[in-house]
Each structure stands twice: as C-alpha cells, then as structure tokens.
C-alpha cells in the first residue's frame, strides 16, 4: 500500500528521503522490477517452506551489505537484521507468504468508526451493524488495522499464529543469503530506536538513548547484540514504553507486551544461520 508498491513510486520515495546517487554514490535500484515479478525460487527445505521467492536482482546479487535500523515492531517485538533481510528482499508475493496471520475484531470493544477499513489495502474490512468484520479470504496480514485501531478492537492469535510468523520470517531471511555465505556484512543502527517500524507513515518519541552502529558477518549475533545493548539502557518514560524502563528490562516488550522479539534470533540460530554468542569490540 503506498508509494512502494511498484518501482517507480518506491524510487521517488527513496530519493525523497535521500537515498539517491548524489548522496550515496551508487544508483537505486528496486530488485523485484517494475511490478514485483522479477523474482527467483531459493531452495531452503526448512519447516515452513521448502523454497522461497527472493527478488531477483537481489538472488543475482554476488555480495550484500544489509543496512539496519534497529527498532521495535507490533508484532515480531523488534526489526534488525534478520526481519530486514526477509522483508526486504522479498517480492509481495514472499511477504504475503510471510503474513500469514489474520487479524480479528473484538466486538465489544468495537465502535464502528471504520479506522481499520480506511487503512486496509485490499478492501478486506466492512462495517456491518456498526462493528467491523474481516474477511481473513481477503485479509493478507499487514496489521495495518490493528495499528489504527483506536479502541484497540483489532487482535490475533498471538499463541498460535505469530509464533509462526517469527519463524516463517526467519526462513526468509536464511533464503535471502543463501548462496552468498561469507560474502554478506551487516549493520545495525541503534539510533532513534523507536517503539514501532518504519514501514509506518509516522514516527514516535526514542524509547531509550541512541547507543551506536554495530557490524557483524553474523545476522543472528548482530540481532542478539543490539536486543541486549537495548534492554542494558534506562528507559525513557516520556515515551510509548510504559514498563521495563530499567536496566536489563526486556524494552521490546514494555512497548508491545505480548511480542517475543527473541524468537527471531533462537529460531536463527535453530536453521543454522548464525550463532546468538557475539563479542563485543568497542571502536
């Protein structure tokens, strides 16, 4: 939904937000093609899906350098790395593959201003006797709803299905690199870390202090490190965290409570992806 659904508009919105050859010394390009067709089929053979479909030009690629903002998300509890690799390198049709939570109306709390239906990207929501119904046939799992919903009515299956989000996320994350081991370098950026992702049209206040930028070969430990980093500062109160402000307090989870950002990187390290111990060396 929005000015990234097809290549042209994503340009524009890259250079918008100065991502162009002025500034970074190398052209733009969008690596699933004009309309997200050019891709290519990854063998993987994990749990959840025997191969995945990674943008083309990205497959092609012999080399990778990931650039990562690290910050909390509504639902896998942070973005570094690893949900960086498998949502970005993948063409709609992996990211639907990847969503396959459905979101559901809370009736009750339910007032019927018709938020979630003006936000929806695929007409999924109605309003019908004054609450909202989705249709989970037409529904492909962005949360977009959830996210506007003001009376938080809009929840899922955060025991059963999210669980499998974080893992189906993480196998796409392993098919993104595969084929380019040891020829991959990461960094995070632990800057203006906020309580939600940027894929949002908007911004809130940091939930902690900026801490610096890390570089890793490893993914998993690169994940693992920034959660730790994060959760080792104090908390800002005047912010969307509403617990956990102290030290050693799981942040993610004083954002969005019902989140297990850590499964992103137990599960990695489960695949083979990366190991969660790191050393630290301070530059």
């Given amino acids: 939904m929005g ?19 002025a500034v970074a010394g190398a052209p733009v390009i969008i690596a699933d093609g004009l309309n997200g067709k050019n891709v290519r089929k990854v063998a993987i053979g994990k749990k959840h899906f025997e191969e995945v479909t990674i943008a083309g030009d990205i ?43 459905r979101p559901f109306t809370i009736p009750e709390k339910c007032t019927g201003c018709a938020s979630c239906l003006k936000v929806c990207p695929k007409d999924a929501i109605t309003v019908k006797k004054k609450k909202s119904v989705i249709d989970r046939e037409l529904c492909i799992g962005c949360f977009e709803c959830m996210h506007a919903c003001p009376e938080h009515a809009i929840d899922i299956d955060w025991e059963t299905e999210i ?67 994060v959760n080792q500062q104090q908390g800002y109160k005047d912010s969307l965290l509403t617990a956990h402000h102290h030290p050693g307090e799981d942040k993610f989870t004083g954002v969005h409570e019902q989140t297990d950002g850590y499964r992103q990187v137990r599960y990695g390290e489960e695949i083979g992806m990366g190991s969660s111990n790191y050393e630290l060396i301070r530059i």
């Fill in 163 to 229: 669980p499998q989000f974080m893992e189906r996320m993480v196998e796409y994350a392993y098919g993104a690199v595969k084929g380019k081991e040891k020829k991959v370098g990461f960094m995070n950026f632990l800057i203006r870390i906020t309580p939600d992702c940027d894929c949002f049209p908007f911004s809130d206040a940091p939930i902690v202090p900026d801490i610096g930028i890390l570089a890793s070969k490893d993914p998993v430990a690169i994940d693992a490190a920034s959660f730790d980093l």
């Fill in 59 to 101: 497959a092609a690629a012999d080399s990778m350098i990931v650039l990562s903002h690290f910050k909390g998300h509504i639902v896998s509890g942070f973005g570094g790395a690893i949900k960086n690799m498998a949502m970005g390198c993948a063409p709609p049709e992996g990211k639907r593959a990847q969503h396959n939570a």
């Fill in 3 to 21: 000015a990234r659904s097809n290549a042209v508009e994503h340009i524009g919105t890259a250079i918008s937000h100065g991502f162009d050859f």
